[in-house]
């Protein structure tokens, strides 16, 4: 997996605790995380875009399965380790990732630091940085 960090402008207001909004789709994570006026942008990829079996190889497509789910909840586990310190989590993407990861969050007890979970499509990371703020009204 690839892990990416930017620093943006410290833009945010003072935040009670660590606040972070996440864009999740099945091929990469941004994490934005609000805390004591700083803002910070994490770039997660998960690889799948990059996972494909060798040319003439047959495999089952339950082991296919298998083997996404696990390369899955290794990329939510990635995920989890950079939001861990979070008291507030805001969570945003398409499709079924964000409920996956979601449902991850409840599995490791931390569903209670899930703010809201919302639709989106693409978004530039200063987008994401942006609904965030707006979310915990730091604007």
Known sequence: MDIRNDKLPDRA???????IGIW???????????????????????GLDRWHEAPGASVPPDRQDNRRR?????????????I??????????PG????????F???????GHLTAVESSDKMTDGQIAAATRDFFKLN
């Open 70 to 82: 696990n390369e899955m909840h290794k990329f939510y586990g990635v995920v989890f380790s950079k």
């Open 105 to 111: 969050l409840e599995e490791k007890s931390f569903s």
């Open 96 to 103: 079924f990732a964000k409920k996956e990861f979601a449902k």
């Open 24 to 46: 999740l789709d099945h091929r990469k994570a941004v994490v934005t995380t609000l805390h004591n006026n700083e803002e910070r942008t994490e770039h997660i990829d998960s």
């Open 13 to 19: 207001a003072t935040v009670s605790g660590q606040s």
């Open 84 to 93: 861990k310190d979070a008291q507030n989590i805001y969570l945003i993407g």
